[in-house]
């Protein structure tokens, strides 16, 4: 396809200078363009693909920078990128140095706030309204939210809060496309989701009136009925009674609805809701009939599409767990298996299949997910919440309140600890076993590989209280678990390899899948390799042992340094009066950006040559005579 309009735009400003008529012909070279673009860098596609006539209509109608349009969640603004002068660099999306797949501030005066996870875009808008209200400012603030993200409690806290707040101009838009990354649950969603309860109303209406026109007085009962009676099919009382003006639901992809409808709310004062049917993967028909396939896919061809390896690769750890739960919940009857909103993502399909009525997908609300397994477990259940680390952030004083505190028995399985790659910043769990491990009662347990996972989850589930094991995005080196539902020793560590010398030579104490890397630094060292397992109970005997037979102690850790696994090492040794050099390896204190995922950890220095390096440049006295000749690099 040609791009003769859309080249000919680098901004907003270049948009609203094109006659209307040319919109459509634009619409279809931008969603080309997103094809091509996300199918040679990977990305998001299906949000994106059903968000580009809504993108163009915002930019066309509003004066955007100057009016503010906060994207929730944020995967979806792929076309608000291209068209706001980021083009160019879509090539390098996701990439080490390039654009990120979310609007972010630093990057364009057009992302007027970074966003990634779900639920936050009603709660800033209306704050920058507030801020604009207070500051005399005639500026206009659009909140773009998604059905799956209104199931959030925060989305509703938020409304709650603008149809009470007085003199703001917020609009805020449902993009209804029935698309979450896993299906949209909850009474809410089914409310929201009578797509044709609009037209449906619409047409009754119409017809009642014609033939109530010739009986006056029951004509005016209908209409003084007709306001409440609306919401038996169509969402807007609810709405309305929250304090919006509420219009829709109309055609997100039909351009001479959208424009005339966001012209004419442009022109209201006060809270706007504004309700829009897309389809998920619109254009695309392989995204049509797979919108969750195509929802976050790597590079494909798009003539072919996404065609599964030749070769099958290794099993994931996000694999690993839903065959344990799997395997468990066979085994015992009172597993239940909660996700708020991530099925997919978290392994839990074939979990849904097995035991459908153990199975509950809570929507995106991570506070009442781990809330309802604490209610689960005071009457004899044995929850296992699987949740993304970052997630588990949402949710932390019900963690602390509602399970530590009462000492529940709530396994959590926290998927992507550490960091992902090309989701960057906002998704990566860098933090749980900084905001973890001081909790009381709480256990961390870290496995280092695919087999050690297994044994892990099922020593913490076994564990009559709240117990965690966090794991990695992807695959790790390739051990395959046993079958069974073995367990290792609670808080115990084992040791992977001796040094020949102990008394001159470092001990390694590696958390988590480090380990690997951190073996094969101590095999070109000859140092020692302990597999600590768990951060919490770490084994104390272990460290004190390996701190009296060796020179020094070096801990490693996918996790941030400050308050981290090596922190607890450290607090080990003050506790028992011990002076033995320490140096901690791990994630540092700053955001660390997207890109690949092996060469981010080797530009931290957390690669097998990395943390070789790492430790002969701070215990150089013990390798004073050795040449650096045949190290990893």
Partial sequence: MTYDLLDRIDSPDDLRRLDRRELPALADQLRAFVLESVSRTGGHLSSNLGTVELTLALHYVFDTPGDRIVWDVGHQTYPHKILTGRRAAMASLRQA?????????????????????????????????????????????????????????????ALNNAGVTPDIDLLVILNDNDMSISPPVGALNRYLARLMSGRFYAAARNVGKAVLSHVPPVLELARRLEEHAKGMVTPATMFEELGFNYVGPIDGHDLDSLIPTLQNLRKLDGPRFLHVVTRKGQGYKLAEADPVLYHGPGRFDPAIGIRQPATPPRKTFTQVFGEWLCDAAAADPRLVGITPAMREGSGLVEFEQRFPDRYFDVGIAEQHAVTFAAGLACEGQKPVVAIYSTFLQRAYDQLIHDVALQNLDVTFALDRAGLVGADGATHAGNYDIAFLRCIPNMV???????????????????????????????AGRGAAPAAGLDTVPLGKGVLRRRAARPASAVAV???????????????????????????????????????????????????????????????????????????????????????????????????????????????????????????HS
């Fill in 97 to 157: 140095g390039g654009i990120s797949g979310f609007p972010r501030r630093s990057e364009s005066q057009y992302d007027a706030f970074g966003t990634a996870h779900s639920s936050t875009s009603i709660s800033a808008a209306l704050g920058m309204a507030v801020a604009a209200r207070n500051a005399g400012l005639a500026r206009r603030h659009i909140a773009v939210i998604g059905d799956g993200a209104m199931s959030a409690g925060m989305a509703f806290e």
């Fill in 444 to 474: 961390v347990a870290a496995p280092s590989d695919e087999a050690e996972c297994r044994l892990l989850l099922t020593t913490c589930y076994r564990h009559p209280g709240p117990a965690s094991v966090r794991y990695p995005r992807g």
């Fill in 509 to 631: 104490l590696a958390f988590g899948t480090l380990a690997v890397p951190a073996l094969k630094a101590a095999e070109a060292l000859d140092a020692t390799l302990a597999d600590m397992r768990f951060v919490k109970p770490i084994d104390r005997d272990l460290i004190l042992e390996l701190a009296r037979s060796h020179a020094a102690l070096v801990t490693v850790e996918e996790g941030a340094v400050m308050g981290g696994a090596g922190s607890a090492v450290c607090e080990v040794l003050n506790e028992a009066g011990m002076t033995v050099p320490v140096l901690q390896l791990g994630l540092p204190d700053r955001f660390i950006d997207h890109g690949d995922q092996a060469a981010l950890l080797a530009g931290l220095g957390l690669d097998a040559g990395g943390i070789e390096r790492a430790i002969r440049a701070r215990f150089a006295d013990l390798w004073a005579a050795a040449p650096l000749s045949g190290t």
